[in-house]
């Protein structure tokens, strides 16, 4: 168990309410940067490679061509009132004290641009409303604080007009890029994955020696021939999992949970080497027509393979975009089977087939864990799971519970819609961003250690591949060992019992 | 010469306020919504929006949850300002609404409840620092118009007086085009006259929170992006991309 350090060497202060209100401290993280991209990560995106020289123009008829192209962009920068609900709800702001990622703050630093050109009031009595010309020193407090926002939508919850910040923050970004300005880990990755199919650039034949590697250790541990086809034809299933479950820890044993369900409910099914990444970063850098492309990867495989069902794996933003926009960009899926969802989150999967009893269970093979779940915040606030509302709170929790004896919820305002994102989300889990993301977890990880406190909580399970990268690092900043965090289906893993597996325990 | 000057204003105001107001939302209504974008906690049918958006207008429920002190004085001011605003239908009817009788004298001392509930919301805007910092002037002004306009409403109700009778007749006449008689009553003309600034601002400011709460398609929209196809016009226009995996690019 997690050694109880709350102020573990190099880690910022225990607070000891999760949803503690700092003082503002302004400027605070106005020199906290993210790489910039170079030409060559910008270009094969459709964004010029450098700054424009009229890039003034172009920022401007960008965010009035983004007005006209989307309601909730043009009506978020309207109905704000600045009732002031909102700021104190952003993990970053509660991290860090800093104002502008007070969540309206934070939309302010655009809409005082949007008022100066595009309303009445801004563009006569400026003064009066806050407007302010579009000056390179307000473009690049756009690109901090702008990549200061994990676009988790906690503040959208909070706003009695529903105002998004995700929206403005996806906009604000868009706009950065179409004058030249990107962000070099998002826009290096779309790059690569445009290249090989996924995020990490790893080509098929990699991809193929570490799926045998990884079936090799699954007979070894359970003396059962558990596969991990690779772009297999004709199969029903064909699951699309972010590629961190090829190589990251905890990632793998979750990937090694879908395999050994998949086996036990006798499904065929397969990983395809050409969409093999479930995350969409177009959705981070607001690029609609980015996030089509890599959505497009996903229907043409599925056409290609002739499956019949696609499935995600365990993966936050992958899970908004499947959820609730590849219908949009990458469909309608006629072509496929209209009896499940189109697509299905493998956590639907594991419940319908513990619903159906196919899976054998010995819950006491996670005895000694005491967990919690974190909610990922796009899987919380932008999906759903299930046939019933709050699905993609209780499907989770429900699997959970039927794979480990000791379970235990963080305090309610942290969970479900209130979750708080991990800290990395949104196109930020870049080292270079290391110091926003430890601050940034530090809502979360308070209230996980209260849980640890009351229950003896040891270990925190969630679905997303950029939560648990996330928490494995900053962890260790809270007194946390980095393996405190798991994949849920790293739990079904250790609890499920195949036909004709050794059950000699392991320990 | 008054009463010329306050009818030409509130013609004015009157046609601003529902000509920009109908601008707006026509512009809202028809701006296109790229994707699904709803936010938990997120109905499944269109039953479930509309009661959703009912408890969001009937109680601010997303505001009570997230901030308990701004939703009471918000509560206070806006239902204040409401049943104050029905209370106000006698001065335009020549014969008194039985509806209108009823609430009249509840209406009466709502006033104070919208006082109460703005001096609350100002004072936090003071007061409290991290809303003092996302504050501008517009937002204090804004304020202070409404803190006006109910501050010489309750003054004339309780204090002051004025020739109400007169008021009427004036704006009966108003409503036939007519321009009659206005009582010289300062606390009246400045009343009046906030109330057409707050008309002529409405379509040009935040108070376009009210019509725009309908169209945040983080509340409005049904949470089925897999069970329907959701595309919008532009999008559905983009260049089409290939169907199947292109013969070079193919990974095996």
Not at chain 1, 98 to 114: E, F, G, I, T
């Amino acid at each position: 168990m997690a050694s109880l350090d709350m102020n573990a060497e190099g880690g910022p202060k225990f607070v000891g309410d999760p949803l503690k209100i700092p003082a503002i401290e302004c400027g605070a993280m106005m020199d906290t940067n993210t790489f910039a991209a170079a030409p060559e990560h910008n270009e094969p995106l459709g964004f010029p490679g450098e700054l424009l020289d009229n890039w003034q123009e172009v920022a401007i008829a960008k965010m009035g061509e983004l007005a006209k192209k989307n309601r909730a962009f043009q009506v978020y920068l309207d109905t704000c009132v600045k009732c002031g609900a909102c700021t104190d709800k952003c993990h970053y702001f509660l991290g860090t004290g800093d104002p502008k990622n007070m969540p309206v703050a934070r939309q302010d630093l655009l809409r005082s641009v949007y008022r100066r050109y595009y309303t009445f009031a801004g563009k006569y009595f400026p003064w009066l409303v806050g407007a302010r010309d579009l000056t390179k020193e307000v473009l690049d407090e756009w690109y901090t604080y702008y990549h200061q926002c994990s676009q988790c939508r906690r503040c959208a919850v909070a706003c009695p007009y529903g105002i998004d910040t995700a929206e403005i923050s996806m906009a604000a970004r868009e706009i950065l890029d179409s004058v030249g300005v990107g962000q070099k880990y998002c826009n290096e990755i779309i790059a690569k994955l445009k290249k090989t199919g996924n995020n990490l650039g790893l080509n098929p034949k990699a991809l193929r020696a570490t799926l045998e590697d990884l079936e090799e250790d699954l007979e070894d541990e359970t003396g059962v021939a558990v596969k991990l086809p690779l772009d297999v034809e004709g199969a029903d299933i064909l699951l699309i999992t972010p590629s961190a479950d090829f190589f990251a820890e905890p990632h793998i044993d979750g990937l090694l949970g879908y395999a050994k369900v998949f086996h036990a409910a006798g499904v065929s099914w397969t990983i395809s080497s050409y969409a093999s990444e479930a995350a969409n970063f177009g959705m981070f850098i607001g690029s609609y027509e980015n996030m089509r492309e890599v959505s497009w990867r996903i229907r043409q495989a599925a056409k290609d393979l002739g499956v019949k069902r696609i499935v995600f794996g365990e993966c936050g933003h992958a899970w908004r975009v499947g959820y609730s926009f590849l219908n949009t960009l990458a469909g309608p899926f006629d072509f496929l089977d209209q009896n499940y969802p189109i697509p299905q989150h493998i956590m639907e999967f594991t419940s319908d087939a513990l619903d159906d009893g196919i899976l054998k269970i010995d819950k006491s093979r996670n005895d000694e864990f005491v967990m919690t779940y974190h909610d990922s915040c796009n899987v919380a606030r932008g999906s759903a799971m299930g046939r019933k509302e709050g699905g993609q709170f209780d499907l989770p929790r429900k699997v959970i519970k039927a794979v480990c004896n000791n379970y235990y919820d963080m305090e309610r305002d942290t969970i479900r819609e209130n979750t708080f994102c991990c800290g990395g989300g949104g196109g930020l889990l870049t080292d270079d961003l290391m110091d926003l993301r430890i601050k940034g977890a530090s809502p979360r990880m308070t209230a996980m250690k209260q849980v640890t406190a009351d229950h003896g909580v040891t270990h925190m399970a969630a679905i997303c591949a950029i939560c648990k990268t996330q928490f494995s690092k900053v962890m260790p900043k809270y007194g946390y060992e980095m393996d405190n965090v798991m994949s849920v289906h790293q739990l079904v893993a250790n609890a499920v019992i195949l036909d004709g597996q050794e059950t000699t325990d392991a320990e | 010469m008054i009463s010329t000057v306050f009818a030409v204003l509130f013609y004015v105001a009157t046609i601003l306020m529902v000509v920009g107001v109908g601008m707006k939302v026509v512009k809202y209504a028809t701006t296109p919504v790229p994707l699904k974008i709803v936010v938990s906690p997120a109905p499944r049918t269109k039953r479930g929006v509309v009661f959703r958006m009912f408890r969001e207008v009937i109680l601010f429920e997303s505001l009570f949850k997230s901030n308990k002190w701004i939703w009471i004085f918000a509560y206070l001011f806006h239902w204040g300002m409401l049943i104050v605003l029905l209370r106000h239908f006698r001065y335009f009817t020549l014969d008194v609404w039985w509806w209108v009788e009823i609430v009249s004298p509840i209406g009466k001392l709502m006033a104070f409840a919208m006082l109460v509930g703005l001096l609350g919301l100002w004072a936090r805007r003071i007061f409290q620092e991290r809303i003092r910092y996302i504050s501008n002037p517009s937002d204090h002004l804004m304020l202070a118009l409404l803190v006006g306009i109910a501050g010489s409403g309750t003054m004339m109700s309780y204090v002051t007086g004025t020739d109400i009778i007169m008021v009427k007749a004036y704006m009966l006449g108003l409503m036939r085009f007519q321009i009659g008689d206005m009582p010289a009553d300062p606390i009246l003309m400045a009343h009046l006259g906030m109330v057409a600034i707050l008309m002529i601002i409405f379509p040009i400011s935040k108070l376009m929170h009210a019509p725009g709460l309908f169209f945040a398609p983080s509340r409005t929209q049904v949470d089925n992006a897999r069970e329907r196809h959701h595309i919008s016009k532009w999008a559905r226009n983009l260049p089409p991309l290939p169907e199947g995996i292109p013969a070079k690019e193919e990974g095996k």
